[in-house]
């Protein structure tokens, strides 16, 4: 089993940045990939920013640009810098990872984007 715990999120204005942190403990073999999704209330749940052990970025058009994802394999820990914070970035935002071939997702975290 494979916990992950979010922090991070919040209350901003728009133009403003943050930044979101997921930590994974507990029985870890190796996590090849890490991600960010968000999902807003009543729409599918979309990838945002997506990182290898490696270090292979890949990122959701809407983001490109302004989100930047990183990850500390030491500390097992994923974040996501966010700049330039418009309101449709408001959503619930989701740490997720693979590890031994199953999936898991962290509990959210609430970022609103408002003036």
């Known amino acids: 089993q494979v916990q992950l715990v979010e922090s991070g999120g919040g209350l901003v204005q728009p133009g403003e940045s943050l930044r979101l942190s997921c930590a994974a403990s507990g029985s870890i073999f190796r996590l090849y990939v890490m991600a960010w999704y968000r999902q807003v209330l009543g729409k599918q749940r979309e990838l945002v920013a997506i990182i290898s052990d490696n270090g292979v970025t890949n990122y959701a058009d809407s983001v490109k640009g302004r989100f930047t994802i990183s990850r500390d394999n030491a500390k097992n820990t994923v974040y996501l810098q966010m700049s330039s914070l418009t309101p449709d970035d408001t959503a619930v935002y989701y740490c997720?990872?693979?590890?031994?071939?199953?999936?898991?997702w962290g509990q959210g975290t609430q970022v609103t984007v408002s003036s």
């Open positions: 997720w990872t693979q590890n031994r071939g199953y999936a898991y």
